[in-house]
């Protein structure tokens, strides 16, 4: 086999890994979930923002970014260690990626260390904000003795 030949062999099937890569990726966004806009913090001015899917998996909830290709969700958030720190409307030009009923949270994950902003639409909110209410109270954590 020819040198030409086998390059083109390699590149046909790294195109073909590529294509499967995509393809699971856009089934796993249309299995379900809520739309969302996230973005970690801190962050400059209307930066950073991308959008996704949440899906609710008991204790936690996944983010998938949809210009990602990774097989695996791009944020993950445990109930248990996920704090509120307040609610606002966007602002400046986040308008441009957000309508006027967006709600934009801001979120500690204390079990991660980081912080995040998710932009949901009132519906979404209302979903994401039963779900985190519902989780056990921290007092009711079982301690090992």
Known sequence: ?????????????????????????????????????MRDIPAV????????VVRYRGEEAVFYQLSSVRWWPDRRLGRRGLELLGRRVPRGDEFDIMG??????????????????????????????????SRPSPRARRRDF
Do not use: C, N
Request: hydrophobic share 50%; charged share 20%.
């Open 45 to 52: 001015g209307g930066a950073g923002w991308r959008h996704g």
């Open 100 to 133: 006027p009923e967006t709600v934009v949270l801001e979120l500690s994950d204390t079990d991660r260390e980081r912080g995040y902003e998710l932009a949901l639409d009132r519906g979404a909110l209302t979903a994401f904000l039963s779900w985190w209410e």
């Open 1 to 37: 086999m020819s040198t030409t030949m086998t390059v083109m062999v390699v590149l046909i099937g790294v195109l073909a890994l590529m294509v499967l890569a995509m393809g699971y990726r856009l089934w796993k966004l249309r299995q379900g979930g809520t739309a969302a806009i």
